[in-house]
T-cell receptor, first 114, second 114 residues
Framework: DGGITQSPKYLFRKEGQNVTLSCEQN?????MYWYRQDPGQGLRLIYY???????QKGDIAEGYSVSREKKESFPLTVTSAQKNPTAFYLC?????????????FGQGTRLTVV | AQSVTQLDSQVPVFEEAPVELRCNYS??????LFWYVQYPNQGLQLLLK??????LVKGINGFEAEFNKSQTSFHLRKPSVHISDTAEYFC????????????FGGGTRVLVKP
């Protein structure tokens, strides 16, 4: 089945460590997105990519990094510079964002700093 | 920058009663509008979208929304809710003038009571 897969579902990180969240899609979508979700704050855009080897910062990019080396993959690294990384992270993709195509979401990764 | 406001953070409603969730956005130039639903610890699913044409849009599970350009609003309605409609609902705007970013509102949590 086509879809978007995030792994792991739950992730624990020690203070000062970098961690990488995986996002893979087999929908042949051009655009991919990373969002952070905190209670009562909706979804805030971290990074997005409309084509391979290109990506743009969203509204809260500080302390995060991404790469887009393949069309189907858009990993997110939460670095030690991110002061409050505990949150629910959602990855999404869309086929043609400029033409009103909807975003398809993964099941999310819940990151907790211990 | 585009902003999306969902005026109610929580909406309690009795089963079989109607519900309306309000959404306003800041810029009406070249936008596409979406409503998504999120069940606990899951990703988001598309309920409906407005691209152009008729201002009344019908979606899945009996939901509908009305686009009002002059009021920059896209309110979601359902005439009779079920217990299974208990979830969080997000309004989103795809702003072509802002690099095709998909911006979300803060969400409205709907609690359907028996």
């Amino acid at each position: 089945d086509g879809g978007i897969t995030q792994s792991p579902k739950y992730l624990f990180r020690k203070e000062g460590q970098n961690v990488t969240l995986s996002c893979e899609q087999n929908l042949n979508h051009d655009a991919m997105y990373w969002y952070r979700q905190d209670p009562g704050q909706g979804l805030r855009l971290i990074y997005y990519s409309q084509i391979v080897n290109d990506f743009q910062k969203g509204d809260i990019a500080e302390g995060y990094s991404v790469s887009r080396e393949k069309k189907e993959s858009f990993p997110l690294t939460v670095t030690s510079a991110q002061k409050n990384p505990t949150a629910f992270y959602l990855c999404a993709s869309s086929i043609r964002p400029g033409q009103g195509s909807e975003a398809f979401f993964g099941q999310g990764t819940r990151l907790t700093v211990v | 920058a585009q902003s999306v406001t969902q005026l109610d953070s929580q909406v309690p409603v009795f089963e079989e009663a109607p519900v309306e969730l309000r959404c306003n956005y800041s810029s009406s130039v070249s936008v596409y509008l979406f409503w998504y639903v999120q069940y606990p610890n899951q990703g988001l699913q598309l309920l409906l979208k407005y691209l152009s044409g008729s201002t009344l849009v019908k979606g899945i599970n009996g939901f509908e929304a009305e686009f009002n350009k002059s009021q920059t609003s896209f309110h979601l309605r359902k005439p009779s809710v079920h217990i299974s409609d208990t979830a969080e609902y997000f309004c989103a705007v795809n702003d072509k003038a802002a690099g095709n970013k998909l911006t979300f509102g803060g969400g409205t949590r709907v609690l359907v009571k028996p």
